[in-house]
């Protein structure tokens, strides 16, 4: 059963919603210089704007313009819970400034003014694949330890402006992409000198690994920062969890799927929640021939910057095995073995309700924090009907069987807080730029080609979604 404050919400990413990336003294994010691009052709990144390029992040859908209208869509719903970033240009334009954006600060005031008038909580991701592109260029993003200053400086300012009106903060947006080939690029902003598709941008491991010590670091010191000053503040880790299950019972393929949970989804959580690289962080490192630099002082503070609750994205599971000639299939910036057991969505990501209660379990049996989704939902293709109607029982179908096993996680014994599935109103897709790709449960009226009246449209799953929350989760 659900507890009766259980957190039922929606999320979303700034610059993949927000839109207006120029207005009011905002600076470039590094998601500004990228295009767009397609399930099988990747996004571009750009060291300037070109005309010839469609940018999605400049409008995405707007919210910049339309708070008002989306969080009373929200309201509506029943949100008790609203999960969206800050955008850090915004606040700092370059990253660089002695002083924040008053504008930008101003924005955030009336969002979050906005939530609590519906008694809407906001749980506020401070870094979400995002990055001033100014200090990402310079600096090569999280590669040097000099970002750690500049990232701490927004964070004071944020903290000190909206202590009353925050409570949930979440430091950085699945953290533990910066490890990944993909991610790496997108969650460690090192893209400085770079121009041409984002998935050919090349990182050694070393690099990789130091960038996402800076960001732990920064992330440590930002908990440390709230529980000194803000003790009314809850501090979350994000990360995105991929299960990976052994392809076959060969022994060796069990081995290699605990070692891929090893380095995938703990390594970062360990560090974030037990205050400490784990045991077999060492052997990794080695492994990959990482030479990890760590100042005198930062395990300490690792160890004193743990989190209060522990919150993770789950989209899909995939299989971990020896055999390369089996079939692969893509997902959210990991790919793995095809699952025979296992439907996909139609841009190939797995669907396993199933592994998300197993997830649950995994994670609360090693840690023993509270959890929460802060992520879960499905990317699909939806069609307005003549009377303009939008039926998306698939997505509903999704929602449906997630819910019915994090509720069978709690009959478990998870102590699970809450729930936001991701992109609660439709934006711009973060891995392929698209628009076609939704998630939301309500339509933005935006097109691929950066047409569209940007009207918002309630879909099935809108009203399915408001029973869900007005029974806290009988009637699925
Ligand atoms: C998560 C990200 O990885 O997956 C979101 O935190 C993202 O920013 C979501 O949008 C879904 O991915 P995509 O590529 O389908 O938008």
Known sequence: ?????????????????????????????????????ERDRSKRITQEIRP???????????FYHHYKEDIALMAEMGFRCFRMSMNWPRIFPTGMEDTPNEKG?????????????????PLVTISHYEMPYALASSKNGWLSRETITYFMRYVETIFERYKDKVKYWLTFNEI??????????????MVSGYEGPVD???????????????????????????????????????????????????PKDILMAKQYMQQTDWYCCDVQIRGSYPYYAEKMWRDRNVKLQVLPGDLDILKEGTVDFM?????????????????????????????????????GWQ???VGLRYALNEAYDRYHIPIMITENGLGALDKIAGDGAIQDSYRIDYMRKHIEQMELATEDGVDLMGYTCWGCIDLVSLTTGEMRKRYGMIFVDKYDDGTGTLERHKKDSFYWYQRVIQSNGKEL
């Open 105 to 121: 600060l101003e924005f955030y005031d009336r969002v979050f003014d906005e939530c609590k008038k519906y008694g809407i909580e």
């Open 200 to 250: 050919k941008i090349q990182h050694t491991e070393q690099e990789r690994y130091q960038a996402l010590h800076h960001q732990l670091v920064a992330s440590a010191m930002t908990v440390q920062l709230a529980h000194k000053k803000y003790p009314q503040y809850f501090l979350g880790n994000m990360m995105t969890f991929v299960v990976g299950y052994p392809m076959t019972c060969d």
């Open 1 to 37: 059963m659900f507890s009766k404050n259980f957190l039922w919400g929606g999320a979303t990413a700034a610059n993949q919603f927000e839109g207006a990336w120029d207005v009011d003294g905002k600076g470039p994010s590094v998601p500004d210089m990228c295009t767009n691009g």
């Open 52 to 62: 010839e390029y469609l940018y999605p992040s400049h409008e995405a859908v707007d």
């Open 176 to 189: 533990n992409a910066g490890q990944m080939p993909l991610g790496d690029i997108i969650s460690t902003s």
């Open 311 to 347: 919150t993770f994205s789950y989209y899909m599971s995939i299989c971990i095995g020896h055999d390369g000639k089996k079939d692969g299939v893509s997902g959210n910036l990991t790919g793995g073995f095809k699952n025979p057991y296992l439907k996909s969505s139609d841009w």
């Open 351 to 353: 669907i396993d309700p």
